[in-house]
């Protein structure tokens, strides 16, 4: 059983929870709030801009242009394909893609992309690629089980977003796979722990934000928003 293999079947309980989770069972039956959908879009928007910044310093520890070129390939993705679920829930929920950017994150999101720059900035790349592979790994299987239960057809509300993250076997999924197995090689025990409890944190953290976007979560405190002059002064 390969490294990342190890890490899946450690992870089979999250994996299973975020499944069985509220929202991606509204995905299946079609049935989610407007709000929800429009919370998930502000949210992963933002998500997936830091997921993009975590690209870059990922290239900045790179030894290869094959490595190089994977992160490249995936931050074109992210900007012009990506994009493509977003819009399905925005016609859903009725509301322009681009009313949505530049909201304020939500605690569980913070926390998540917090803990991919952190690992970014102080782990090796195999760390890096151990931070990262849940979202993308997640998605897949979601879309892939949706599409074996729902076998949605075009009517079907959220037929693009099923069909989107169910067809991309062998993208970044499996790049990501090969390269943290690569890694794993030659890493030493206490990089490959390191490795494992990034990979777990990650897959907790890929429930929350289903959970956050669900429950709409916001801070329990409402603060007001900064002021250009005040923001700028910090």
Known sequence: MSFSQE????????YQAIFDH????????????????????????EYLNAYMRIYGIAISKCQTREEIAVFNQQIDF???????????????????????????????????????LTVAHEGSLGEIFAVLLPCPWTYLEIGQKLLE????T????????ITFYGQRAGGVTEKFKQALD????TANPAERQRMAEHFLQSCQLEYLFWDMAYRLEDWPVALPMLQPDVAASR
């Open 7 to 14: 890490l899946r079947k450690q992870a089979d309980g999250i």
């Open 22 to 45: 509220p929202f991606v069972r509204g995905i299946a039956s079609g049935q989610l709030q407007n709000e929800q959908l429009i919370h998930y879009v502000k949210q992963d928007f």
């Open 78 to 116: 992210i900007l012009n394909s990506e994009i493509h679920p977003h819009h399905n829930f925005c016609r859903v929920a009725g509301v322009n893609f681009e009313d949505l950017q530049g909201f304020p994150l939500a605690p569980s999101a913070h926390h998540y992309i917090r803990h991919m």
């Open 149 to 152: 239960e729902v076998q949605p």
């Open 154 to 161: 075009p009517e079907h509300p959220y037929y693009e977003w």
């Open 182 to 185: 690569q890694w794993a090689e």
